[in-house]
């Protein structure tokens, strides 16, 4: 909270902090949730050049959160739910004449 209180903007390193530990949101998730892309988070991250009203934005959602506002909350959840079938792949194997259906996370070896 007292990055939250802290009169002046946030740095880079502050922005991600609040997004990535108190949040525990991926950039693209918070660029989704702010209405823009992911990149523009993670530029901003990067550079310390964080606009005022993201600033402003980020620091509202964080304390709506923190606080147990519900519909925040909920968006939240739902953001991180569709990210996480987004990076799901259904791999299908044959297994004693039947085929298997399981779900691997991108990256995973499909041994």
């Known amino acids: 909270m007292a990055l939250i209180n802290?009169?002046?903007?946030?740095t880079g390193a502050e922005f991600r902090y609040i997004r990535s530990a108190g949040m525990l949101l991926s950039q693209p998730a918070l660029g989704k949730l702010m209405g823009i892309d992911g990149q523009s988070v993670?530029?901003?991250?990067?550079t310390s050049k964080v606009p005022r009203w993201a600033d402003k934005l980020v620091r509202l959602l964080y304390t709506a959160q923190a606080e147990g506002?519900?519909?925040?909350?909920?968006?939240?959840?739902?953001?991180?739910?569709?990210?996480?079938l987004v990076k799901q792949k259904i791999v299908v194997k044959?297994?004693?004449?039947?085929?298997?259906?399981?779900?691997q996370d991108?990256?995973?070896s499909a041994s």
């Open 69 to 84: 506002n519900e519909p925040i909350a909920k968006a939240f959840e739902r953001i991180k739910t569709v990210e996480r």
């Open 6 to 10: 802290k009169a002046s903007l946030l």
């Open 42 to 46: 993670a530029r901003w991250e990067k």
């Open 94 to 103: 044959e297994f004693l004449g039947h085929w298997k259906p399981s779900l």
């Open 106 to 108: 991108e990256g995973a």
